[in-house]
């Protein structure tokens, strides 16, 4: 068995076993929703990263417009500095590739897309830069309100799982 395979049974095998409430607490840090928490917990136990991640994501693909409203509130602003209510550590990290003088641009955009859809902007901004981003928030000003949503839970279901492979490490 390599390394890699037998590393993600471990960390499988760890999350198994920690108490229901700090799995709770590390789920609520990848995806705010209860429902998604519930089922991410009935899951267990799983025999692998690969079967917990999928679970994450198939479950963050059911996200209703309520459950979106209550995830996003864990969310900063891109460009923003996260405060207590979100999730900073994990914020900080996914927007590192936002520079500083990009920062102005993002919020007026920021500004636009919150006049528009009357919500936070959204998206995983890991492995993006600034200028990526921008585009994208650019491009999804067009969306209709319906698309919009359908992108949103896209977004949270790919920020969802990328925390939940860092919770799981832990």
């Known amino acids: ?4 395979r037998t590393t993600a049974l471990h960390a499988a095998d760890r999350f198994n076993a920690i108490p229901d409430a700090d799995a709770r607490e590390r789920l609520a840090s990848c995806l705010a929703v209860p429902r998604w928490i519930e089922e991410m917990l009935a899951g267990r136990p799983y025999a ?37 209510a979100h999730d900073a550590e ?10 500083s003088d990009e920062h102005e ?31 994208e928030l650019d491009r999804r000003l067009q969306n209709s309100d319906e ?3 359908a992108e949103v839970i896209v977004q949270l279901g790919e920020i969802a799982v990328l925390r939940l492979e860092q919770v799981v490490e832990l």
């Open 1 to 4: 068995m390599s390394t890699q």
């Open 105 to 135: 641009a993002l919020r007026r955009a920021n500004a636009a897309y919150e006049a528009r859809f009357d919500r936070v902007f959204l998206i995983r901004a890991a492995g993006r830069s600034g200028a990526e981003i921008l585009a």
């Open 90 to 99: 994990f914020s900080a990290r996914e927007q590192a590739g936002v520079a």
């Open 48 to 84: 692998g990263v690969d079967e917990l991640l999928d679970r994450g994501r198939e479950a963050a693909a059911r996200l209703t417009r309520t459950e979106v409203e209550a995830a996003l509130a864990r969310h900063p602003r891109i460009g923003e500095r996260a405060g207590a």
């Open 147 to 149: 698309a919009e949503l």
